[in-house]
């Protein structure tokens, strides 16, 4: 997947967002995915919590979202970069900003499923200049076309799954 330079160029209309201060925070998650039956939950509110365990007995983040997670970005750790609030599913954010660099979440409940988070840094920008507007603007389209084709794979599974009520 990539950015193209046109959705770029449509997307940086609003020069006033190069002045506005942006709160980033730098996170990893683990991600274990929740699909629509009961059973299929519990049983991913389980392994979340026995990877839970693992981290309060000293395996580090990195590698348990190498080994755990469901999301893509498992490969990276459970990296996700600098986003800000808006960038992040509201229930995420809440307990994303709540953190102090280095502290884990407890079990985030969104609608990919259940989550641990760890943030990694805190910073605010205040002049970000056209260079790293054009690199931030590049990076949220690109995370934003992840997202739109992790649901897309998620609602694929969801309707290919035998779901008895």
């Not at 990877?51 to 190498?66: C, D, M, V, Y």
């Not at 805190?122 to 690109?142: A, I, M, P, T, W």
């Amino acid at each position: 997947t990539y950015v193209s330079e046109s959705e770029i160029r449509r997307h940086a209309a609003n020069p006033a967002e190069a002045n506005a201060p942006q709160e980033r925070v730098r996170s990893r998650h683990i991600l274990i995915s929740c699909a629509d039956s009961r059973d299929q939950c519990h049983a991913a509110r389980e392994r979340i919590q026995e990877i839970e365990r693992k981290l309060q007995a000293g395996t580090p983040f990195a590698l348990a979202a190498f080994d755990y997670s469901e999301c893509p970005s498992h490969i990276k750790g459970g990296d996700l970069g600098y986003l800000t609030r808006d960038q992040m599913i509201p229930s995420f954010a809440e307990a994303v900003f709540k953190l102090q660099p280095g502290q884990t979440s407890e079990i985030v409940i969104t609608r990919l499923g259940y989550h641990l988070i760890q943030l990694v840094d805190r910073r605010v920008d205040h002049d970000l200049g056209k260079v790293n507007l054009r690199h931030l603007l590049e990076r949220d389209l690109l995370f934003e076309k992840e997202n739109r084709a992790i649901q897309v794979y998620l609602n694929r599974l969801k309707r290919q799954a035998d779901i008895q009520r």
